[in-house]
């Protein structure tokens, strides 16, 4: 919110500046400084006005969905900080985050040993410049990023991922995909700056929870979640998510689904 200025006055200042010809009250001219205003109020709002002048500002980001209120869901991917997010579902959801992700501006790498599944979209995304680049797992080379060039690197490999090359940086964020819960993932939600859970079994769905410190209700959601449906949690925040595509995208991509 912009801060508001008044500009305060002397009254004897005011009435040396001010002249007058003859008796008809005309104020003269001075010099350098043309004739004198008139006088009017001061424009200052009292502190209770000051909420009114407020503006709401979402947060900066990738469009991943709505949540329960139908609202905007925003995932801060592009940031100057290290950012980890861990997505324990489709490849599905996670295209459909790359691709937004080049709407606003990003880079994509993907790293994965499964190329066929990500080819349709990088040759979707790369018209004119290589917005995502294909890598196979353990040869995603430096990605350079930058406040101009922020970079999401998408590591699709597998449930047991090999320690990544490429780690999370000041823009550039890391998205880890599991397909589902494996013996490392606890690790891996544990360093995590953001979770997001697909419909998984009931006992994968209780080890989830234990982990990440979710209520019963939502370990028993986890279960029956329809697909487009995600839980995106920390330790201290949670939010159900339903990711639709747009018509581009589900021309590209299909219907939404958990499994490929």
């Known amino acids: 919110m912009g801060r508001f200025l008044s500009r305060t006055s002397n009254t004897s200042n005011t009435n040396r500046a001010r002249g007058t010809n003859g008796t008809n009250g005309t ?7 043309g004739l004198v205003g008139p006088r009017r109020e001061r424009h200052e709002p009292t502190l209770d006005q000051f909420e009114d002048l407020g503006l709401p500002v979402g947060d900066d980001g990738v469009v991943i969905g709505t949540d329960a209120q139908g609202a905007p869901a925003v995932l801060g991917l592009m940031r100057p900080a290290p950012f980890d997010v861990v997505l324990v579902g489709g490849a599905w959801t996670a295209q459909v985050i790359a691709l937004r992700t080049v709407g606003t501006g990003g880079r994509v790498a993907v ?35 930058s406040v101009h060039s922020p970079v999401l690197v998408v590591r699709d490999c597998g449930v047991r991922p090999p320690l990544g090359r490429v780690r999370s940086a000041p823009w550039q964020s890391v998205l880890t995909l599991l397909p589902y819960p494996g013996p490392t993932t606890a690790r891996l939600m544990a360093h995590a700056d953001v979770v997001g859970v697909q419909r998984v079994a009931p006992e994968e769905a209780v080890q989830i929870g234990r982990t990440m410190g979710l209520p019963q209700e939502d370990v028993e959601a986890l279960s029956s979640l329809p697909d487009g449906v995600t839980l995106w949690c920390t330790r201290g925040s949670r939010t159900y998510v339903t ?12 219907a939404a689904r958990r499994m490929d």
Do not use: C, K, M, Y
Request: proline content about 11%; glycine content about 14%; overall charge negative.
């Open 243 to 254: 990711t639709g595509p747009t018509d581009p995208e589900a021309g590209l991509l299909g």
């Open 111 to 145: 790293e994965s040993g499964r190329q066929q599944l990500w080819t349709a979209l990088a040759q979707a995304a790369n018209t004119g410049q290589q917005s995502i680049t294909l890598h196979d797992v353990g040869r995603v080379p430096p990605q350079g990023p």
């Open 27 to 33: 104020a003269a001219a001075r010099p350098g400084f």
